[in-house]
């Protein structure tokens, strides 16, 4: 449809209904409109799988690594890929928008939801966001970039004001969503927090740069709630306020036009963006054709099972990795995540995986019947106990496999039940009448014990088993952030102790009360077992194996949308096991399974250390293939990984009085560590394969072409044994600037493929953004002449070629472009 033609449909429209398309009609919908022929548009979490608009987990979704391991593979089609993937599974659950990417950067590593975002570098970030853009929007899908702007942490998020420079705002947090402008994203979400004095909804920045200097076409779209005015929002070139049906907008934006307080230009501008992007997404007129083929589930899977082994990273290796299944005769595996993987984050982005193959059940698959393979969990990790679900609970009406969830009046009359697989309920069935939510399950222990059982919700709540009261009280809610109040409520606990000789029933109620939400959570946890024995036992069992593979890695309390990590230290007793286990056997590989970066006391005590981020729903299949070599760790660093939080430059995510000052300014990650003069644990980029390389040469234009970019090519050797890949990575730097600069910053990276002594050249494309700087005196971007430092290598810390180019003033640009004169004409006697 044209623009003319979209233009004549909002002439068809009234104010009243104009305002009524500029909130959504429910939590995830917005309004469809008959009179102009526009259907409703569903929108769904998130980056790492689609949801659907149902917290219900019998309505499963495919779960992708998270985006941290999508940054880490370095490889743009792969990510593009992915993102097909991801408008595969919207389409095939109606919905049309995806809410992702995530753009914010890994500003500290103490961010709860450092998993969500890339990378801590704008240019990365940027690049691989473009990527599963692209992916997503190539079959009708709308992608969301989100949270605009420097929304990098979690802590105070709903208030916070950040406080950051012109300059910085340009080069390093608003560098990706230009990104993903360029990109052609159909939307970009406004985050919770203010930037330089203006909550986002309302803020300048969604005017200029957003929708004037870069030309963004799209919706803005409010982050759920966030927009908490009338006036100030409609003029801030805000688009969409979600979720509906109430807000702030409404029929308080009519009466603001009829006012003249709010232009009707204002509206219609708004109303237009509503509809290009209905029409986009095939909801505006006749109803376009599914582009995105049959479902090949098999295909999808070996997908996700690559992109495991594409994303993992290997930081250590003493020789160890792989692993030849022919000399193995006994292999331990190690530690709680081998069977309990943490395979997403926590917050509103989760999702329900059709399935999960654990790293033990890999492991096993992989090696077969010839190979014994022993399990060994080693200590508690101290986290708080697990939801109930059918894998040890049966329905106590129906005697199967799950719970039970009614629905009560205030008399104590059943008005709904229903069965149910888990004990976290985030939206149970509400109907007319409903006073009390209540869950209950026939626990069957494995263990005798005090036993820890936990409800989580707000108001009133009781929790009994076999009858006897355990928790009972009232528990008023303290926070209007939605992923507590909606999705992760705190727990009230209580311990019982049991026997296995019988199972036990489990009573667990919440009321209903206004602005309390409906979420319930129910949990239980088996004794704790001796820490010390448990590493004992898991310390004999590496010592009688031939090779000990050893699983650790965060937990959800520890890595999660609402709340800031306090540490980067393994929760429990996981490093002294990883100690024991690596003392009791050599061949000891340590994978961490991890969103973000932890401490790693023990990293040259162990042969192997790999990096498998939370991998997703194909987490045991894809870690099976890198530890015995059927597919190359091909992950590098997204962020830099330091030895312990006292070192990290940046860690600050507490405001002070509602502000959170960036005075780091351009310098965070790898940039923080160079300006600092400190070394980390493992630089950003870093990541080793099953082979190894040598850098012999780079060449550069001596003089930058007039568009402002270049090609570094760099030429490099396969060393080793067997075919690998390698990233390649240039970085810029600027001695003697006339402004202030990082020490160096990453302009462009290639991946290259080689056979074992073949020589491969690397072409890296330097775009003329790289070598720009903002100037807040003219409000424009310059770019300084004179020499250039290009530094070509592995990661940020390991760069074994340098070379210089050139940048010509402006005058002398105009005049190197200009045609050479033609020769005098020669006159004939």
């Given at each position: 449809?044209?623009?003319?033609?979209?233009?004549?449909?909002?002439?068809?429209?009234?104010?009243?209904?104009?305002?009524?398309?500029?909130?959504?009609?429910?939590?995830?919908?917005?309004?469809?409109?008959?009179?102009?022929?526009?259907?409703?548009?569903?929108?769904?979490?998130?980056?790492?799988?689609?949801?659907?608009?149902?917290?219900?987990?019998?309505?499963?979704?495919?779960?992708?690594?998270?985006?941290?391991?999508?940054?880490?593979?370095?490889?743009?089609?792969?990510?593009?890929?992915?993102?097909?993937?991801?408008?595969?599974?919207?389409?095939?659950?109606?919905?049309?928008?995806?809410?992702?990417?995530?753009?914010?950067?890994?500003?500290?590593?103490?961010?709860?939801?450092?998993?969500?975002?890339?990378?801590?570098?704008?240019?990365?970030?940027?690049?691989?966001?473009?990527?599963?853009?692209?992916?997503?929007?190539?079959?009708?899908?709308?992608?969301?970039?989100?949270?605009?702007?420097?929304?990098?942490?979690?802590?105070?998020?709903?208030?916070?004001?950040?406080?950051?420079?012109?300059?910085?705002?340009?080069?390093?947090?608003?560098?990706?969503?230009?990104?993903?402008?360029?990109?052609?994203?159909?939307?970009?979400?406004?985050?919770?927090?203010?930037?330089?004095?203006?909550?986002?909804?309302?803020?300048?920045?969604?005017?200029?740069?957003?929708?004037?200097?870069?030309?963004?076409?799209?919706?803005?779209?409010?982050?759920?709630?966030?927009?908490?005015?009338?006036?100030?929002?409609?003029?801030?070139?805000?688009?969409?306020?979600?979720?509906?049906?109430?807000?702030?907008?409404?029929?308080?934006?009519?009466?603001?036009?009829?006012?003249?307080?709010?232009?009707?230009?204002?509206?219609?501008?708004?109303?237009?963006?509503?509809?290009?992007?209905?029409?986009?997404?095939?909801?505006?007129?006749?109803?376009?054709?599914?582009?995105?083929?049959?479902?090949?589930?098999?295909?999808?899977?070996?997908?996700?099972?690559?992109?495991?082994?594409?994303?993992?990273?290997?930081?250590?290796?003493?020789?160890?990795?792989?692993?030849?299944?022919?000399?193995?005769?006994?292999?331990?595996?190690?530690?709680?995540?081998?069977?309990?993987?943490?395979?997403?984050?926590?917050?509103?982005?989760?999702?329900?995986?059709?399935?999960?193959?654990?790293?033990?059940?890999?492991?096993?698959?992989?090696?077969?019947?010839?190979?014994?393979?022993?399990?060994?969990?080693?200590?508690?990790?101290?986290?708080?106990?697990?939801?109930?679900?059918?894998?040890?609970?049966?329905?106590?009406?129906?005697?199967?496999?799950?719970?039970?969830?009614?629905?009560?009046?205030?008399?104590?009359?059943?008005?709904?039940?229903?069965?149910?697989?888990?004990?976290?309920?985030?939206?149970?069935?509400?109907?007319?009448?409903?006073?009390?939510?209540?869950?209950?399950?026939?626990?069957?222990?494995?263990?005798?014990?005090?036993?820890?059982?936990?409800?989580?919700?707000?108001?009133?709540?009781?929790?009994?088993?076999?009858?006897?009261?355990?928790?009972?009280?009232?528990?008023?809610?303290?926070?209007?952030?939605?992923?507590?109040?909606?999705?992760?409520?705190?727990?009230?606990?209580?311990?019982?102790?049991?026997?296995?000789?019988?199972?036990?029933?489990?009573?667990?109620?919440?009321?209903?009360?206004?602005?309390?939400?409906?979420?319930?959570?129910?949990?239980?946890?088996?004794?704790?077992?001796?820490?010390?024995?448990?590493?004992?036992?898991?310390?004999?069992?590496?010592?009688?194996?031939?090779?000990?593979?050893?699983?650790?890695?965060?937990?959800?309390?520890?890595?999660?949308?609402?709340?800031?990590?306090?540490?980067?230290?393994?929760?429990?007793?996981?490093?002294?096991?990883?100690?024991?286990?690596?003392?009791?056997?050599?061949?000891?590989?340590?994978?961490?399974?991890?969103?973000?970066?932890?401490?790693?006391?023990?990293?040259?005590?162990?042969?192997?250390?790999?990096?498998?981020?939370?991998?997703?729903?194909?987490?045991?299949?894809?870690?099976?293939?890198?530890?015995?070599?059927?597919?190359?760790?091909?992950?590098?660093?997204?962020?830099?990984?330091?030895?312990?939080?006292?070192?990290?430059?940046?860690?600050?995510?507490?405001?002070?009085?509602?502000?959170?000052?960036?005075?780091?300014?351009?310098?965070?990650?790898?940039?923080?560590?160079?300006?600092?003069?400190?070394?980390?644990?493992?630089?950003?980029?870093?990541?080793?394969?099953?082979?190894?390389?040598?850098?012999?040469?780079?060449?550069?234009?001596?003089?930058?072409?007039?568009?402002?970019?270049?090609?570094?090519?760099?030429?490099?050797?396969?060393?080793?044994?067997?075919?690998?890949?390698?990233?390649?990575?240039?970085?810029l730097a600027k001695p003697g600037s006339a402004v202030e600069r990082p020490v160096r910053w990453?302009?462009?990276?290639?991946?290259?493929?080689?056979?074992?002594?073949?020589?491969?050249?690397?072409?890296?494309?330097?775009?003329?953004?790289?070598?720009?700087?903002?100037?807040?005196?003219?409000?424009?971007?310059?770019?300084?002449?004179?020499?250039?430092?290009?530094?070509?290598?592995?990661?940020?810390?390991?760069?074994?070629?340098?070379?210089?180019?050139?940048?010509?003033?402006?005058?002398?640009?105009r005049e190197s472009a200009l045609p050479a004169p033609l020769p005098a004409a020669r006159v004939?006697?």
């Open positions: 449809m044209t623009e003319e033609e979209r233009a004549r449909l909002l002439d068809k429209l009234d104010l009243g209904q104009k305002a009524r398309l500029l909130t959504g009609s429910t939590t995830w919908r917005t309004r469809p409109e008959p009179a102009v022929g526009m259907g409703e548009m569903t929108s769904s979490d998130g980056p790492v799988g689609v949801r659907g608009e149902a917290w219900d987990e019998r309505t499963t979704s495919m779960l992708l690594p998270s985006p941290t391991a999508l940054a880490a593979m370095w490889e743009e089609d792969l990510v593009e890929r992915l993102g097909s993937l991801l408008a595969t599974e919207a389409r095939r659950k109606g919905v049309h928008v995806v809410l992702a990417p995530t753009l914010n950067l890994h500003r500290s590593p103490l961010g709860g939801r450092h998993f969500e975002c890339f990378a801590e570098d704008p240019e990365l970030t940027g690049r691989t966001g473009a990527a599963l853009i692209r992916g997503i929007q190539a079959h009708g899908v709308a992608a969301t970039a989100k949270h605009y702007v420097a929304n990098d942490s979690e802590t105070e998020r709903l208030t916070v004001d950040v406080r950051v420079a012109e300059r910085v705002l340009r080069e390093v947090y608003l560098a990706p969503f230009e990104a993903a402008v360029a990109a052609g994203v159909w939307l970009v979400m406004a985050g919770y927090n203010g930037v330089n004095g203006a909550t986002m909804t309302e803020n300048p920045l969604l005017a200029e740069p957003l929708k004037g200097e870069w030309g963004f076409d799209g919706v803005v779209v409010s982050d759920w709630g966030a927009v908490r005015s009338t006036v100030a929002t409609a003029f801030a070139a805000h688009d969409l306020a979600m979720p509906g049906p109430e807000s702030p907008w409404g029929d308080a934006l009519v009466q603001a036009v009829r006012e003249e307080t709010v232009p009707l230009e204002t509206v219609d501008d708004k109303v237009r963006r509503i509809l290009r992007l209905a029409d986009r997404v095939g909801v505006l007129g006749v109803a376009r054709p599914d582009r995105t083929g049959p479902a090949r589930p098999g295909d999808d899977r070996e997908l996700l099972r690559r992109a495991v082994a594409a994303g993992s990273v290997l930081l250590r290796n003493d020789g160890v990795l792989p692993l030849e299944p022919a000399t193995l005769r006994t292999v331990a595996v190690i530690g709680a995540h081998a069977t309990q993987p943490r395979v997403q984050g926590g917050g509103s982005a989760g999702v329900f995986p059709h399935h999960v193959v654990s790293p033990w059940e890999g492991i096993r698959s992989a090696l077969g019947e010839g190979t014994r393979v022993a399990h060994a969990p080693g200590p508690a990790l101290g986290a708080a106990p697990p939801p109930l679900d059918r894998a040890t609970c049966r329905d106590p009406r129906s005697g199967t496999p799950g719970l039970l969830v009614r629905v009560l009046d205030a008399e104590g009359h059943e008005l709904h039940a229903e069965h149910r697989f888990s004990g976290r309920q985030m939206e149970p069935f509400v109907p007319p009448g409903a006073h009390r939510v209540e869950i209950s399950a026939l626990l069957e222990p494995a263990t005798d014990g005090e036993w820890t059982f936990g409800v989580g919700g707000f108001g009133r709540m009781s929790l009994t088993v076999d009858g006897r009261p355990v928790i009972d009280g009232t528990f008023p809610r303290e926070t209007d952030d939605p992923a507590v109040v909606h999705v992760n409520p705190p727990c009230q606990y209580g311990r019982v102790r049991l026997t296995d000789a019988h199972a036990v029933h489990i009573v667990a109620s919440r009321e209903l009360a206004p602005d309390t939400g409906r979420a319930i959570l129910v949990t239980a946890g088996p004794p704790v077992p001796d820490p010390a024995s448990a590493i004992a036992e898991a310390a004999e069992a590496a010592r009688n194996s031939d090779a000990a593979v050893v699983f650790v890695g965060t937990t959800e309390n520890s890595e999660s949308e609402g709340h800031d990590r306090t540490d980067l230290a393994l929760p429990g007793h996981q490093d002294e096991l990883v100690r024991a286990v690596a003392a009791a056997n050599p061949r000891t590989v340590v994978v961490v399974n991890a969103g973000g970066p932890v401490e790693l006391p023990w990293r040259e005590e162990a042969g192997a250390v790999l990096l498998s981020w939370f991998p997703g729903q194909e987490a045991g299949t894809g870690l099976a293939d890198v530890l015995f070599g059927r597919a190359e760790p091909g992950g590098r660093l997204p962020t830099t990984w330091g030895a312990a939080l006292s070192d990290v430059p940046v860690t600050d995510t507490a405001p002070e009085d509602g502000v959170l000052e960036y005075a780091e300014g351009l310098h965070i990650g790898y940039r923080a560590w160079l300006r600092a003069g400190r070394t980390p644990a493992y630089w950003f980029g870093h990541g080793l394969g099953y082979t190894t390389w040598e850098y012999e040469r780079l060449d550069l234009p001596e003089v930058v072409p007039a568009d402002g970019s270049l090609t570094a090519r760099v030429r490099i050797r396969n060393t080793g044994g067997r075919r690998g890949r390698e990233v390649v990575q240039v970085y990453l302009a462009g990276y290639a991946a290259v493929e080689a056979d074992p002594g073949e020589r491969v050249a690397a072409a890296i494309r330097v775009p003329a953004h790289a070598l720009r700087h903002w100037s807040e005196a003219d409000g424009a971007w310059r770019t300084e002449s004179g020499v250039w430092q290009v530094l070509a290598g592995r990661s940020a810390g390991e760069l074994p070629l340098t070379a210089t180019t050139t940048s010509l003033s402006p005058a002398r640009r004939r006697p």
